[in-house]
C-alpha cells in the first residue's frame, strides 16, 4: 500500500514537473522563486537591524514577483492568480510610491 502511494505520488511529481515544462512553467517557477526571494530579503534585514524591518528590495521583488506571476496568470487563463495579483501588484507600486515621496522624512522602510 505504502509502495502504491510512493509510486502514485511519484507518476504526479514527473507528470506536474517533467511531463508538461514548457516555457510558461519555467516563467511562472522563475516568478515563484522572484516573489519568494522577498521574504528572504526582509530577514536578513531584519536580523542585521535586529527588529522588524522592511527593505525597499522588499517591494521590489513583491513587485517583480507580482508582475511576474500576473503575466503568467494571464497566459494561461487562471482567474485567482489574475484577479489576486491584479490587486496585490497595485498595492505594491503604492508602497513604492509612498516611500519614494517619503523618502526625505523618516521612513519606516530601511533603504538597503
Given at each position: 500500500?505504502?509502495?502504491?502511494?510512493?509510486?502514485?505520488?511519484?507518476?504526479?511529481?514527473?507528470?506536474?514537473?517533467?511531463?508538461?515544462?514548457?516555457?510558461?512553467?519555467?516563467?511562472?517557477?522563475?516568478a515563484q522563486l522572484l516573489f519568494?526571494?522577498?521574504?528572504?530579503?526582509?530577514?536578513?534585514?531584519?536580523?542585521?537591524?535586529?527588529?522588524?524591518?522592511?527593505?525597499?528590495?522588499?517591494?521590489?521583488?513583491?513587485?517583480?514577483?507580482?508582475?511576474?506571476?500576473?503575466?503568467?496568470?494571464?497566459?494561461?487563463?487562471?482567474?485567482?492568480?489574475?484577479?489576486?495579483?491584479?490587486?496585490?501588484?497595485?498595492?505594491?507600486?503604492?508602497?513604492?510610491?509612498?516611500?519614494?515621496?517619503?523618502?526625505?522624512?523618516?521612513?519606516?522602510?530601511?533603504?538597503?
Amino acid at each position: 500500500m505504502l509502495i502504491q502511494y510512493g509510486q502514485a505520488l511519484g507518476d504526479y511529481l514527473y507528470d506536474v514537473f517533467v511531463a508538461k515544462f514548457d516555457f510558461w512553467l519555467a516563467f511562472g517557477l522563475v516568478a515563484q522563486l522572484l516573489f519568494t526571494a522577498r521574504f528572504l530579503v526582509q530577514w536578513i534585514s531584519s536580523e542585521r537591524a535586529g527588529q522588524s524591518v522592511v527593505p525597499m528590495a522588499f517591494w521590489f521583488f513583491s513587485m517583480g514577483g507580482g508582475m511576474m506571476t500576473l503575466v503568467y496568470g494571464i497566459a494561461k487563463r487562471e482567474p485567482v492568480i489574475i484577479i489576486g495579483q491584479s490587486l496585490a501588484t497595485i498595492i505594491y507600486i503604492r508602497n513604492i510610491m509612498l516611500i519614494v515621496k517619503n523618502r526625505g522624512s523618516a521612513s519606516q522602510t530601511l533603504d538597503r
